[in-house]
């Protein structure tokens, strides 16, 4: 009887005699002539390799407690790592899951005032699982026009209808509720926006959602160990901890000086997303290091409830030696408006050690390219004036040439 090969032989077979001519043009090609365009606007980016040792003083970061070189905090990784080992090895719903997982979840959703909180990998996942659960076809999705791009990401993946209001209109989001019919809907906002560290009028749009019978998921990621009780954010602030209707996202990537993102609700939320939001069913676990560390960096927080004030002075000082706008978070914002002239003025800045973030489009407006100063509750009067000073003169020397 004669076997017919099997379906991996011919494949083989079938590519060991084949040949492949390539192609006489790239099909690639045009990248070069895209970033030729990117370099002519001011928009073309490069990545700068911090080393351990740098003695830049760092105001381009997210680190907004200076937690993430604590001594605590390295060594609660360390001891993740070697307890668990370097990786979570699995998702979540296999064995992705530690103990240092669970305990980090039962307390950080206690301290933000919820019954139940969930982790994800990163912050941008966090927001595009919890959204993408929540709603889908048939619903409707209005979104501040200020959010972030894991929001926006969330909103265009998860296929409801998303209707896209001004910046903290709160006037707009009602109306949107009111004229669109939808099956369910939400509302999604950042509790403190990310590029200038205004705080967006949550209690207005909790009130808009609730009457129309919308949920409001609130981004909290600049908001945590910032504003609030303790640094409970925004919506402990407002005394929403804990209410009906809301989602709260968060990240274990700035105050806490981690990685991570963390989703905080009522047990349903957190069971649902369990079940239903592919960024966490279908990822990675987060690795036990990066969990031990937020974990101790939470309970820094916890025992040292004056840091977020201490974050907001320095970050009011630097505002005022800069002439920024006197900011309601750890974010100075100083509008430069060429993309060209943003960028060499941050390379002046960490030409003389001082790092200092440039934002540019999409992330910011056509016209309002900036540079983005986070300022730390752990720099003092005396490193804030020198940050100011380089500032300032390297700014007026880039815009007088």
Aim: hydrophobic share 50%; with cysteine; net charge negative.
């Amino acid at each position: 009887m004669t076997i017919a090969p099997s379906i991996a032989a011919e494949s083989e077979a079938a590519v060991a005699d084949s040949t492949v001519t390539p192609p006489t043009v790239d099909p690639l090609a045009w990248l070069a002539d895209a970033a030729a365009v990117r370099a002519d606007a001011g928009l073309h980016r490069e990545l700068l390799v911090r080393q351990a040792d740098s003695p830049a003083i760092n105001l381009a970061s997210n680190d907004y407690l200076g937690l993430s070189g604590h001594p605590d905090v390295i060594a609660a990784a360390q001891r993740a790592a070697a307890r668990f080992g370097a990786g979570s090895t699995a998702s979540r719903l296999v064995v992705g899951t530690t103990a240092a997982h669970d305990e980090f979840e039962r307390d950080i959703a206690d301290f933000l005032g919820w019954p139940a909180a969930l982790c994800f990998s990163s912050g941008y996942l966090a927001n595009v699982g919890a959204i993408t659960a929540l709603v889908g076809r048939g619903d409707l999705i209005v979104s501040d026009a200020g959010t972030h791009a894991s929001l926006i990401d969330g909103c265009r993946l998860s296929r409801a209808q998303v209707v896209v209001v001004g910046r903290g209109d709160v006037d707009a989001v009602a109306e949107a509720l009111r004229t669109n019919a939808f099956r369910r809907a939400l509302v999604v906002t950042d509790s403190v926006y990310s590029i200038d560290g205004e705080p967006a009028p949550v209690a207005g749009l909790y009130a808009a959602a609730h009457a129309a019978g919308a949920a409001l998921l609130v981004d909290e990621a600049h908001a945590l160990g910032v504003r609030g009780p303790g640094g409970r954010g925004l919506v402990a602030e407002l005394g929403l901890a804990g209410a009906p209707g809301l989602i709260v996202t968060t990240v274990m990537s700035k105050s806490l000086g981690a990685q991570g993102g963390v989703v905080a609700s009522s047990t349903l939320v957190r069971e649902h997303l369990i079940d239903c939001a592919r960024p966490f069913i279908f990822d990675t676990g987060l690795n036990p290091a990066a969990v031990g560390a937020a974990h101790a960096a939470l309970g820094i927080l916890r025992a040292n409830p004056e840091l977020p004030q201490r974050l907001r002075t320095a970050a009011a000082r630097l505002a005022a030696k800069c002439g920024g706008h006197e900011p309601a978070a750890a974010v100075v914002s100083l509008i430069i408006g060429d993309p060209h002239q943003a960028v060499a003025i941050a390379a002046g800045c960490r030409a003389e050690g001082v790092l200092v973030g440039c934002f540019r489009p999409p992330s910011v407006p056509a016209g309002t390219s900036r540079l983005r100063l986070t300022a730390r509750a752990d720099l003092d009067d005396a490193t804030v004036d020198h940050v100011a000073d380089v500032v300032n003169r390297v700014r007026a020397q880039v815009m007088s040439a």
